[in-house]
């Protein structure tokens, strides 16, 4: 399993981006995705999980300005970031979970300007 990270960058407060996190093969459907990520100095937090039945939760910190989602046909699950604050700042991690066995993607950075 491959997970590819994507769509990070530097961004002033209040901006949006959005991550894709892209998988070689179908795996999406039925397995869970999250979406996690690490500022420095600080431990790896879980921002977004998404079930393989589809559903969501989020971390009560970005709860009303992210978006998890995924795009099956495109083997692909996205973070959409809206509202970004500079505490947002960290390098963003998708993580899949296939039964009993976790992969991480590369991982890619954002950075939000004050």
């Given amino acids: 399993v491959q997970l590819q990270a994507s769509g990070g960058g530097l961004v002033e407060a209040g901006g949006s981006l959005r991550l894709s996190c892209a ?4 795996i999406f459907r039925n397995n869970a995705i999250s979406w996690h990520r690490q500022a420095p100095g600080k431990q790896r937090e879980l921002v977004a999980p998404l079930t393989s039945g589809g559903g969501t ?5 970005v709860k009303g300005r992210f978006t998890i989602s995924r795009d099956i046909a ?7 970031m809206n509202s970004l604050k500079p505490e947002d700042t960290a ?3 998708c993580r899949l979970r296939v039964g009993f066995n976790y992969y991480w993607g590369q991982g890619t ?3 939000v300007s004050s």
């Avoid at 495109?74 to 959409?80: G, R, S, W």
């Fill in 109 to 111: 950075q954002v950075t």
């Fill in 57 to 61: 939760d989020y971390a009560d910190s």
């Fill in 74 to 80: 495109k083997n692909t699950v996205y973070l959409q």
């Fill in 23 to 26: 998988a070689s093969g179908n």
């Fill in 91 to 93: 390098v963003y991690y």
